[in-house]
């Protein structure tokens, strides 16, 4: 006996080249929201290129704007505190993210425990930025800072470590804020989606005698891959808007050592009161974002494999 | 039916009128309300607590909202661009005054409103707030302008200095002040505190020292001079000489930890601003060396003077605001001399001679006296040029660079030498 599949019948057209009853009720319910994306974020970024191409008169200038943000040689110096930034937060929030949900999810069994955990975790996400800078200038300051202040109690250090004040050490300091505020983020997320493994998958390679880093790779990363990707994701664009901590902590210093992307388009908006010029800086830096994850979406295959 | 059809539209073109006429700048009428746009911190405390009186008395409610002192000044550069009446009356930072005053983002307090002079506030804090300047070099877009008072005092900071008058004499030059800092350095106690946090931080820091060693960043016709011998000299003394008696970290401390330091007894001079001295230093429960420390002018340099600096903050009543009258009669009230013994009782920081020189209020405040002599030696205010924030930035990221040791004082003077002057070029300058 033939199969026969049977083809939806067709939703009924109000007339050729119309949209049909179903999608105009779509757009319809979509449109609140499509309203206010183009509100909030397609207006203003209309407005930022508008004035990436305008001087302070409001005069066309073409792309003079552009040319001199790309000639500032301070871009590149913030450029390279982003990268080292990016370097050091990024892989460290991943892995020890990683660690830290693997190791719950297989030792930990108590639920009360995991949601003790769980709320821990989500703590350093809900405080303001600028409560968890004030938080680790208490801890780096000099003088009177803590985490000196326990080293040389407890006989690790002689002298004080100048945590702020030389590159060597300003970099991590500041970095190690966002790796305190971020990791448990990763945690969390990495978590969720290892609840999600299937447990007779697992047990099936236990059977099998299967390592547990054979259970991780070959089962288990498989369904934490696009939750890494939405984290890569997120992270980045955090790390681009990085400016509350390292503002209290350094100020950028010292010199331009901790001048992250964020605080020098910051100063050429508010300090040099170029607006033309910051305006083609954040236009560059979305086009270049947008590229980065276009291009990491190809590259990085999100579906299980 | 025409009539009925078009008077919604009427009515609404009637309302837009209305409100626009409302809108207009110097309006008469008493409002219900006005709101401030203020700074968070010591500075604005005692007008959130002097405020309430004024709602009493008047009827006008005083709706503050606080802002912290980066956000505030962002917020009020988009709030003037937008020409948004949001605020009737802004609390500006005596340096933010040249570009406010260059964009004409205030209202003229004087002409529009007739605020006058009182001879019991020194010129000094008048003319900080007075625009273009009223000495000095004038920025060439606010060159030929009438001058206005567009601003007017509610916080007399002044720039002064800090030691520990119980372990030794009070330093008349600077001179003295690296050799009390040298005899009195020891384990844990530091003989000096450089507050040399990247940009604002160490600039606020330097300029005494810069001016009191006979430098400048300009000179009388906007040429950049912060590379020349005695500016040179000022530096090696900051990022060197008293750097050697200050405690590793100096390129990250702000004024909170330098007060910090003070007040839990591990260091024995420093420059310092009033409200330092209130919040912490005197601050008996959370310090531990209140009575112990004095307060003086700035130390006279090279130059044979001590020179101190402006750090005033001013009320002014943007241009969009709708109740300029009532804006400015708040002003009135507020810096009269009656009020302001109350405003000094909740911790304000005065520029009333006969206030600050009131025998029963300087024990209260031992700061009073040296603000008093610091406003009577006419202290310098930041180069009055709508560059100025660029200009800070400059000299504050090179500044710091040379006490991190990342760069030579020469290396870091030419440096930001060459950019400022790059700046001001490019600005017309």
Same mark, same amino acid.
């Given at each position: ?174 970095a190690s804020v966002d790796i305190w505020q971020w990791t448990p983020f990763v945690y969390l997320v990495l978590f969720s989606g290892l609840l999600t493994v299937p447990r007779e998958e697992i047990e099936a390679a236990q059977v099998d005698g299967a390592s547990g ?93 | ?224 001079? %912060?590379?020349?011998? !005695? $500016?040179?000299?000022? @530096? &090696?003394?900051? +990022? ?5 008696? #200050?405690? /590793? ?30 919040? %912490?230093?005197?601050? !008996? $429960?959370?310090?531990? @060396? &209140?009575?112990? +420390? ?5 130390? #006279?340099? /090279? ?124 600005a017309g300058y």
């Open positions: 006996m033939a199969n026969v599949t049977a083809r939806p019948a067709p939703v009924p057209r109000a007339g050729a080249g119309r949209f049909t009853r179903q999608e105009r009720l779509a757009y319809l319910m979509l449109a609140p929201v499509l309203g206010t994306i183009l509100v909030i974020v397609t207006y203003p970024f209309l407005l930022a290129v508008l004035q990436s191409l305008q001087d302070a008169g409001s005069e066309f200038v073409g792309l003079r704007n552009y040319a001199a943000a790309l000639e500032n040689p301070l871009l590149y110096e913030a450029l390279a505190a982003t990268g080292i930034y990016a370097a050091l937060v990024m892989p460290t929030e991943i892995l020890l993210g990683l660690g830290f949900a693997l190791l719950v999810h297989r030792i930990v069994r108590s639920p009360r425990i995991r949601a003790l955990l769980f709320v821990l975790a989500t703590i350093p996400l809900v405080l303001p930025p600028i409560a968890v800078g004030v938080i680790a200038r208490l801890i780096y300051a000099p003088g009177y800072g803590v985490l000196n202040h326990l080293l040389i109690v407890t006989g690790v250090i002689r002298d004080e470590i100048n945590w702020l004040g030389q590159p060597a050490t300003a970099m991590p300091a500041v880093w054979s259970q991780f790779w070959h089962i288990e990363f498989n369904y934490l891959r696009p939750l890494l990707l939405l984290i890569l994701f997120f992270r980045l664009a955090d790390v681009l808007r990085v400016f509350d901590h390292v503002f209290i902590l350094t100020g950028g210093g010292p010199g331009n050592t901790t001048q992250l992307l964020s605080l020098y388009l910051y100063r050429i908006e508010f300090k040099y009161f170029d607006g033309g010029q910051a305006a083609a800086l954040a236009v560059m830096v979305l086009a270049a974002v947008s590229i980065a994850y276009s291009l990491v979406t190809r590259l990085l295959p999100v579906e299980r494999r | 039916m025409k009539k009925i059809r078009w008077a919604p539209a009427v009515v609404v073109v009637a309302l837009i009128v209305g409100a626009c006429q409302a809108a207009a700048p110097g309006g008469g009428q008493k409002p219900a309300k006005l709101t401030i746009a203020a700074v968070q911190g010591n500075e604005d405390a005692a007008l959130k607590a002097v405020a309430p009186l004024y709602e009493q008395k008047t009827g006008i409610k005083i709706e503050i909202v606080e802002f912290p002192y980066d956000q505030l000044f962002e917020k009020l550069v988009t709030t003037f661009k937008a020409n948004s009446p949001t605020y009737d009356l802004v609390m500006m930072d005596d340096p933010w005054m040249p570009k406010f005053g260059t964009d004409e983002s205030l209202q003229a307090l004087d002409s529009t409103y007739g605020i006058k002079r009182d001879s019991d506030i020194p010129d000094v804090v008048y003319d900080v707030g007075t625009w273009p300047p009223p000495r000095g070099p004038v920025p060439p877009k606010a060159q030929g302008k009438a001058a206005h008072l567009i601003g007017v005092t509610i916080v007399g900071n002044v720039e002064m200095f800090m030691y520990r008058s119980d372990m030794g004499p009070a330093p008349k030059t600077w001179d003295e002040v690296k050799a009390n800092a040298d005899k009195n350095k020891k384990a844990n106690f530091w003989g000096y505190v450089v507050r040399g946090k990247a940009t604002n931080p160490i600039v606020a820091d330097f300029l005494p020292i810069l001016w009191s060693f006979g430098g400048d960043v300009f000179d009388s016709n906007w040429a950049v001079t %912060i590379d020349n011998a !005695a $500016s040179l000299k000022a @530096v &090696k003394f900051l +990022v060197q000489d008293l750097k050697a008696a #200050a405690p /590793p970290g100096s390129e990250s401390i702000d004024a909170a930890d330098r007060s910090r330091l003070m007040a839990i007894g591990q260091a024995y001079q420093s420059t310092v601003w009033p409200g330092e001295i209130s919040e %912490i230093v005197e601050n !008996a $429960s959370v310090s531990q @060396v &209140k009575g112990k +420390v004095s307060y003086i002018p700035m130390p #006279a340099g /090279p130059s044979g003077k001590g020179i101190g600096m402006m750090g005033n903050w001013l009320l002014g009543v943007p241009k969009a605001s709708p109740n300029g009258q009532a804006a400015a009669d708040f002003i009135t009230w507020l810096t009269s001399s009656d009020t302001q013994k109350t405003y000094v009782d909740k911790g304000g920081i005065p520029a009333r001679k006969s206030i600050l020189n009131d025998s029963a209020l300087n024990q209260k405040n031992p700061y009073f006296a040296a603000l008093a002599k610091s406003l009577e030696a006419v202290p310098n205010w930041r180069p009055r040029t709508d560059q100025w924030n660029a200009v800070e930035t400059i000299l504050g990221t090179n500044l710091n660079a040379a006490l991190a040791g990342l760069t030579t004082p020469e290396d870091a003077v030419k440096k930001a030498a060459d950019q400022i002057r790059t700046l001001m070029k490019g």
